[in-house]
């Protein structure tokens, strides 16, 4: 196999294949012995904790609050909602015995709450002075997966899905579109992962919703992913539940209602857009360790100095970054180099003898690489500007590069040929709205619509595969 | 039914009913329709974050990361401790459809990790350099039960499982002491809930464990609960799994291991511990509002003055002290009173016409119903010392119970006498270590051997049951 710097495979050589030795360099995550269920190990734990703060703060921010529904969902619940029973039920881990004994109804693991919470949700909501419920859950789900790879697509994952009812079609709408902004925030300003806000098509809607928006990125290899979708689900399955309330004006009526998830997904996210051929790239608000500083000594004089150095710059950060001083013995400072920018450590400090007689500290970027010595006592303030600095410089080095990977094409011919030709990129072309040319350009090119985007503006044009009038340009791409 | 103030069961009168009527005032929990389950609801929620939060910091300080393992374990796994498996596996539920098709092998629904974490344990660790190797989960685990009650007992729940290898057995010992104080902690620092540290008796410890240490607490009803338990593993499952390290001589040697836990049913508990015939009483560092301010008023300007000073209040407390303001309009403030004593919010400050003219401010206190004024310009300072006496008056207040209701006893007559008339109460009696006598105690009155404890003074007596020799009192009582 053909491997880049430090055992890990090039990304021009196999994306694939470093997507994996990242994690694995990195100690992110691990294959289970359950078939699709992966170990997510300490590293990437920490990741995803950091995530997981980050978006439960603005869950709340906007008024949800957390709840735990059962893991567990009657098969009958699972059946009431036709639409999302044929999408979910195929998915699905079946319990079938308990105690020793077999069931009398089978209990699915569920693959998402909508089912079981809403039954919850009749019990609980009687009148207008009850709404809007807005309830998070976070949790772990079960979809049977036949093709896993780690993050991305595994049988259990973990997740946060909130699950809302309104009283009005219109706040249904608005609180659809408020978390969909709230995945943006988390996408560019905590992860640096650059979106596009749209409209899934019908046919990449939520099974059971009336409208699926989403927020999608761009990879580094040009392909597209979907970082979070929020789901308008109208009234079906309010209906199906009968979560219904009695009205200002006395009538009995039946919610309205939304619902929104993103998974550990954002950490296979994270990873294929930031990271390079030596390893791990994070972006300093989700690194569990923000900066690593490593003494550097031959003697014990030089070692007690140093030492005393690091320490002092990790207590002047206290509180105001996480900062890990590596003194560790029995290894030498190119082997913690190695470690830590495995591991995506946004900023290292190296602290040695030249440093402390010239009064300087080495910084050391792991986004750029940029290396420079920084005087001691402006070291502390300067390294928090460095990570302001890392997290723009990524969500900007990934905005640049999708806006490069991104082609507009009018000719069927030449969409076909580019999408042949190239492993990625967004492509945005139009569309007619119907569904079979959809399918047609996905059998053809294996690109998908990935999102009918806001912010497209209105322009006459004629569909890339069937050439009748169309309206606005779609972001088609192949996607993970 | 009897029922006390505000349609809640008197504890005098029926006290398990008492509980579920706490559960459902303060809306902690709802049955769900799955068997056994429930739902947390978000005043639950809130408080299990918070406690979650506290207990994690504790975790992280003494050096344990988190991670996160596969819910489902093969049935080949959980087989091979032969202890472990006779333990669980009649507790478990079992997945044996996936996808549409029947398993090859059935999966497990983890009733906890050992199994699958100790065989990732086994590929991880290869040298001393490995060691220690501390890991903490939290997770959803399911235990298939027969009986259920909300938070205490139920088919599913949430904890914490810490899962550690270290190189000798006395650093096993040592972490299995110090996470058994960490819980010691968390029960009385921040549940204010007194415990006995002790070793369980050989009947009553885990399944698969060397030996299991637990903090026993005394509920309002003098009976026992096991707040958390820890268990020194010995080598019996590094064997089975072959979790094996090179050490420092050079030798192949298996590792020792602990594993600990603690759950939601530690929400049960503080229930039980503290709540009155009126509803919720809550410990302030597990209280999501720690103090609630509401505005009394007629007229429209005494609403916007007394809102005023609420809104002063609750921003001198910023950051200090989690403080709501309940300015609703469709509810008077004896309804407010009134639900937010269901919740346990510890202190209440009433400002109204009345106490703007005198310069003061109403404080109520939940946990003793004290209610006095306190001057305006002194009461943010004043409420937060009022939150730490509530803290420790809680703490105190149960231990007091706790010594109330523990009774010396050395006569098996007497020991059966008291055990049939009363519902609880610890019973400090000799044991002579014979696993027989324990059983006959358990058959003929109920009461089993919470613990052995620790600062049990070494005392030369006769079993209580059989009369043979023994040097040492333990602790029995009727248990949850």
């Keep these: 196999m053909a491997e880049g710097k430090k055992g890990i495979t090039k990304r021009s050589e196999d994306f694939s294949r470093w997507y994996l030795d990242v994690i694995q360099g990195a100690e992110m995550a691990d294959y289970s012995p359950v078939r699709g269920c992966m170990v997510i190990r300490p590293h990437g734990y920490a990741v995803w904790e950091k995530l997981r703060d980050a978006l439960d703060g603005m869950i709340k921010e906007t008024g949800h609050v957390n709840a735990y529904f059962p893991l567990f969902i009657p098969e009958s619940f699972l059946t009431k909602e036709s639409e999302h029973v044929e999408g979910f039920a195929p998915q699905c881990a079946v319990v079938t015995e308990g105690g020793?004994?077999?069931?009398?109804?089978?209990?699915?693991?569920?693959?998402?709450?909508?089912?079981?919470?809403?039954?919850?949700?009749?019990?609980?909501?009687?009148?207008?002075?009850?709404l809007p419920l807005l309830i998070n859950q976070w949790a772990n789900v079960v979809r049977w997966e036949m093709r896993t790879r780690l993050f991305l697509r595994t049988m259990e994952f973990l997740w946060q899905e909130g699950h809302t009812a309104h009283a009005t079609e219109a706040e249904a709408e608005e609180e659809a579109l408020r978390m969909l902004e709230v995945y943006r925030r988390l996408s560019e300003d905590v992860l640096a992962v650059p979106v596009i806000?749209?409209?899934?098509?019908?046919?990449?809607?939520?099974?059971?919703?009336?409208?699926?928006?989403?927020?999608?990125?761009?990879?580094?290899?040009?392909?597209?992913?979907?970082?979070?979708?929020?789901?308008?689900?109208?009234?079906?399955?309010a209906k199906v539940f009968d979560v219904a309330f009695q009205d200002q004006d006395?009538?009995?009526?039946?919610?309205?209602?939304?619902?929104?998830g993103v998974?550990?997904?954002?950490?296979?996210?994270?990873?294929?857009?930031?990271?390079?051929?030596?390893?791990?790239?994070?972006?300093?608000?989700?690194?569990?360790?923000?900066?690593?500083?490593?003494?550097?000594?031959?003697?014990?004089?030089?070692?007690?100095?140093?030492?005393?150095?690091?320490?002092?710059?990790?207590?002047?950060?206290?509180?105001?970054?996480?900062?890990?001083?590596?003194?560790?013995?029995?290894?030498?400072?190119?082997f913690k180099y190695f470690e830590w920018e495995r591991k995506g450590v946004p900023l290292r400090v190296e602290i040695g003898p030249k440093d402390l007689d010239k009064g300087t500290?080495?910084?050391?970027?792991?986004?750029?690489?940029?290396?420079?010595?920084?005087d001691a006592s402006a070291a502390p303030g300067e390294a928090l500007k460095v990570l302001d600095a890392i997290q723009s410089d990524l969500l900007e080095k990934a905005r640049s590069f999708r806006e490069g990977n991104t082609f507009t094409v009018d000719d069927w011919?030449?969409?076909?040929?580019?999408?042949?030709?190239?492993?990625?990129?967004?492509?945005?072309a139009h569309w007619c709205g119907d569904p079979a040319c959809e399918e047609s350009v996905q059998e053809e090119t294996?690109?998908?619509?990935?999102?009918?985007?806001?912010?497209?503006?209105?322009?006459?044009?004629?569909?890339?595969?069937?050439?009748?009038?169309?309206?606005?340009?779609?972001?088609?791409?192949?996607?993970?």
């Design 100 to 130: 020793g004994k077999p069931l009398e109804e089978k209990l699915y693991v569920r693959p998402t709450s909508e089912t079981i919470m809403y039954s919850m949700y009749a019990k609980w909501i009687s009148s207008w002075r009850d």
């Design 197 to 237: 806000k749209g409209v899934k098509s019908e046919s990449e809607k939520f099974a059971g919703a009336l409208k699926t928006l989403c927020v999608e990125s761009m990879m580094q290899d040009g392909k597209a992913l979907q970082m979070g979708t929020s789901h308008n689900l109208g009234q079906n399955f």
């Design 250 to 260: 006395g009538r009995r009526k039946h919610v309205w209602q939304t619902s929104w």
């Design 263 to 334: 998974s550990t997904r954002l950490i296979g996210a994270l990873i294929m857009a930031h990271s390079d051929d030596t390893g791990l790239v994070l972006p300093p608000r989700v690194a569990p360790v923000q900066i690593v500083v490593v003494p550097i000594w031959k003697s014990d004089a030089e070692k007690s100095a140093a030492v005393e150095a690091a320490r002092a710059f990790q207590d002047a950060l206290h509180g105001r970054a996480s900062v890990r001083v590596d003194d560790r013995e029995d290894h030498k400072p190119g």
């Design 361 to 374: 500290r080495m910084f050391v970027r792991r986004d750029t690489g940029e290396k420079r010595p920084v």
């Design 413 to 428: 011919e030449d969409f076909k040929k580019r999408n042949a030709s190239l492993d990625g990129g967004f492509y945005r």
């Design 446 to 480: 294996k690109a998908t619509i990935r999102c009918i985007p806001f912010e497209a503006e209105a322009e006459e044009g004629a569909c890339i595969r069937c050439g009748k009038p169309s309206a606005k340009r779609v972001v088609f791409a192949k996607g993970y």
